[in-house]
Nanobody, 121 residues
Framework: QVRLQESGGGSVQAGGSLRLSCAVS????????MGWFRQAPGKERAGVAT???????RYADSVKGRFTISKDNTKNTLHLQMNSLTPEDTAVYYC???????????????WGQGTQVTVSS
């Protein structure tokens, strides 16, 4: 059974930082495309960042220069470092694994339950 478990969410003031982690079950090859998505209140889920097997990353325009996706293959863990947070970053953040096309618009096979990030002004 594939399991993805996010952690690291919480409340932070604008300008602050958070680091999200996603523990991926060992039956998932970390060489697959991995990604982070978020869903803000009243909005559809949107792509934040994806990382291909060779390590190249793609980011949503709204987070470029502020967020960094990374993975630790030895620990089967995906990370999202979020800096310079703004209230517009408030959302539930989801990690996702395994996608044939590795796009920011979805198409991933496996999803975590999500972790709440709240940024206050």
């Amino acid at each position: 059974q594939v399991r993805l478990q996010e952690s690291g969410g919480g409340s932070v003031q604008a300008g602050g930082s958070l680091r999200l982690s996603c523990a991926v079950s060992e039956n998932v090859n970390m060489g697959h495309c991995m990604g982070w998505f978020r869903q803000a209140p009243g909005k559809e889920r949107a792509g934040v960042a994806t990382m291909r097997s060779e390590g190249s990353a793609r980011y949503a325009d709204s987070v470029k220069g502020r967020f960094t996706i990374s993975k630790d293959n030895t620990k089967n863990t995906l990370h999202l470092q979020m800096n310079s947070l703004t209230p517009e970053d408030t959302a539930v953040y989801y990690c996702a694994a395994v996608s044939a096309f590795c796009l920011l618009n979805g198409g991933f096979n496996y999803w975590g339950q999500g972790t709440q990030v709240t940024v206050s002004s």
